[in-house]
């Protein structure tokens, strides 16, 4: 049947004083199409079929194009057109029926149509099925269907490195076999897609059966439809393929940069990687997969690792790691890190490098992540980490090997996200170097430019090259509690003397075999206004370190049994506006004293307050008078300022090894206990008890 289109345009034009015989031309359609078959008698499935439109022509002879369709086929066939824009396209049909063919013939004014219907007998003597070779690449969409109902056969083969351009879907139950040393690439805008169905798998597989008898299967295509939903990739990983880093079974490159759906699949026998997915490149799954007697199993980055499934399996593998590789973790959404359970064997996660949390990364209990040489997880002003591990399953960040001075570098948090959270977590190994935006060592550091914030729960902090905890001056420890340092280098805390007060909870810390056995606080001052400060005592003999001169310059208590350990020189100052309530108990006394038991090794504490609360009860101040008092121009342990009106009440405390006076007036605009030199106890002081004004 033909099908013309004659196009009418009419028009009727009235003008008045016009002559009869005007009038308008109407246009008309000068295309003709013609289909015919070229093949003669009677067709059979599985045999070639040539359409020829070559008889079509426009009467006026001008260009045209063609355009061929399927309008109808038998059911279940997956038959496709190739050429459908020339005058000789082609099809194969696979089943028996009626195929029912379109012609179009088009140019940018007319178009015409005709039709044709081939007719389609099952072949009873069908040619002998062999293996299709493919050895050259796809740039045009194709499909591969099932060749070989024996699984065993390969229904492809391919000779040699391909590369595919155009779309590519491929049947259940195929088999594609690859020659040695082969790789299949799927490059922009190209993409593969495999059918899935419940028992039926696709296979890519070597030649031979041989762990690394071939590349692998790269992809490069950004294309969303790239999706491999119940294939296995067996015997590949031989060699590094074009674009990749590494040698490995499946890699997404990022080139491309590369993005795959890997679905209910299963990767098996490479000779190196089981799936390799570089920085920059993407990966989704919808459900687990299957890594299975390969000699290596995952590379992925930092921002792809939450796509590793919980319920993915790992079994037989040879090097029983998946690789985390350093980069930024930036998403709308926030990135999930989990534990694996369907595994054999002692899986570990291996990171290498720096990773830069630009969103939120959430870490969930039992997760171990083993860092290499300098690694270092950075939370960046935007991002935030929340770390909650149980006391059955911790979370635990150790480095890759345990190292005297720190193996990696740390846990650097630069953001003021309230959600920032570590419950229940150990750290061991870091400390290895000072991160980006600190000034120390240290296994956790909190930047103060950008006041970052952290809670800190029932956690372990072990092995540091440095600090165990750093908080810079402007940056918050939130809450703190419940936490153990051991044998660290340094300190296990150190924080600017605002952040002394969260240790509320600090009973519960414990404190063994580190540089410092408690609380560094460095030169900084106490400041905040109408709060009284309390202050408590470390336990576990844990003490604090005073590193630098500390200024108080609001209400201060400290509860009996804390000890201040000075640093050579430094000076303790309770200024105007501030107030010291220092009262210990007979049996728990408050101690300031040097950080080194040497006559005068500190400065000691000077009084400019007026405050009628300071109060210096079951003290003890020993080892200080280093240099003279600044506004009391004496060397003394304790000097009250004149200028400022400075009061104390002293009583029932000790005063000794100093190198100076053990209690020094500036004038008589000081006042103190009248008692304090028969309540007090003076020993071993350089230049004698008391100076009067």
Request: hydrophobic share 40%.
């Amino acid at each position: 049947m033909k099908t013309k289109l004659i196009l009418l345009s009419i028009f009727f034009l009235m003008f008045i004083g016009c002559s009869d015989d005007d009038y308008t031309e109407i246009p008309s359609n000068t295309l003709e199409a013609d289909a015919f078959s070229e093949n003669q008698g009677d067709i059979y499935t599985g045999q070639a079929v040539v359409l020829n439109g070559s008889k079509s022509l426009d009467k006026a002879g001008k260009p045209f194009q063609y355009l061929w369709r399927f309008k109808a086929k038998p059911s279940g066939s997956l038959t496709e057109l190739t050429e459908e824009t020339t005058a000789k396209p082609k099809f194969t049909p696979d089943k028996a029926g009626n195929y029912s063919v379109e012609l179009k013939v088009f140019n940018t004014e007319f178009y015409d149509t005709d039709e044709l219907t081939i007719v389609v007998k099952e072949d009873e003597n069908p040619p002998v099925q062999e293996t299709i070779l493919i050895s050259e690449n796809i740039t045009e969409r194709r499909h591969l269907a099932n060749v070989f109902d024996d699984p065993n056969k390969f229904d492809y083969l391919v000779t040699g490195d391909i590369h595919i351009t155009a779309l590519l879907t491929i049947d259940p139950n195929v088999v594609i076999a690859f020659d040695e040393n082969t790789a299949m690439y799927i490059d922009n805008p190209g993409a593969i897609m495999t059918t899935a169905a419940a028992s039926s798998f696709t296979t890519f597989t070597g030649k031979n059966k041989v762990p690394g008898y071939w590349k692998g299967l790269i992809i490069n295509s950004n294309n969303p439809l790239n999706k491999l939903d119940r294939v296995t990739i067996e015997y590949a990983g031989g060699a590094i393929a074009q674009g990749m880093e590494v040698a490995t079974s499946l890699g997404i490159a990022n080139e491309g940069p590369g993005h795959l759906n890997l679905v209910s699949s299963i990767i098996q026998h490479s000779a190196a990687y089981a799936m390799a997915v570089e920085v920059g490149a993407k990966w989704n799954t919808e459900s687990f997969n299957v890594y299975r007697n390969n000699k290596k199993i995952i590379r992925v980055p930092a921002s792809q690792l939450g796509v590793v499934s919980s319920l993915s399996e790992f079994h037989n593998n040879e090097v029983n790691v998946i690789e985390v590789i350093g980069d930024r973790i930036y998403d709308t959404e926030e990135t999930i890190w989990s534990n694996l359970y369907n595994s054999t064997g002692d899986l570990k996660y291996i990171v290498e490098g720096k990773i830069e949390v630009v969103s939120g990364l959430r870490i969930l209990e039992g997760l171990e992540l083993y860092m290499d040489r300098d690694s270092e997880i950075n939370i960046t002003s935007r991002g935030y980490l929340v770390a909650l591990g149980s006391n059955q399953y911790p979370i635990k960040f150790r480095g890759k090997e345990s190292l005297d001075g720190g193996y990696w570098k740390g846990i650097s948090i630069m953001s003021n996200d309230m959600k920032n959270e570590l419950d229940n977590v150990e750290i061991h190994d870091a400390g290895s170097e000072i991160m980006d935006g600190l000034q120390h060592k240290t296994a956790i550091g909190l930047g103060g430019a950008n006041e970052a914030k952290l809670k800190l729960f029932s956690s372990k902090i072990v092995g540091s090259g440095g600090n165990g905890i750093y908080v810079e001056n402007g940056a918050e420890i939130v809450h703190i509690d419940q936490i153990k340092f051991r044998e660290n280098l340094g300190p296990a805390i150190t924080m600017a003397a605002n952040q002394v007060k969260k240790l509320t909870n600090a009973t519960g810390m414990e404190f063994i075999g580190n540089g410092h056995n408690g609380v560094e606080i460095f030169g900084s001052a106490l400041f905040d206004p109408n709060v009284e400060t309390t202050w408590p005592a470390l336990h576990f003999n844990a003490s604090y370190l005073v590193s630098g001169n500390l200024a108080i310059q609001s209400g201060l208590k400290i509860l009996p049994g804390a000890v201040f350990k000075f640093a050579e020189d430094k000076m303790f100052g309770v200024f105007p506006y501030g107030y010291l309530i220092a009262q210990g108990t007979a049996n728990n006394k408050i101690v300031f004293t040097g950080a080194t038991t040497t006559k005068g090794f500190w400065n000691g504490i000077r009084i400019q307050s007026d405050s009628a609360k300071n109060l210096m009860d079951h003290t003890e101040v020993l080892y200080a008078g280093k240099t003279e008092i600044p506004g009391v121009s004496k060397i003394a342990s304790i000097g009250l300022d004149g200028d400022y009106m400075a009061n104390l009440t002293i009583k029932n405390s000790k005063i000794a090894h100093g190198h100076g006076y053990g209690i020094a007036f500036e004038n008589r605009n000081t006042s103190i206990n009248s008692d304090f030199n028969m309540v007090n106890l003076f020993e071993d002081l350089s230049l004698g008890d008391i100076s009067l004004p």
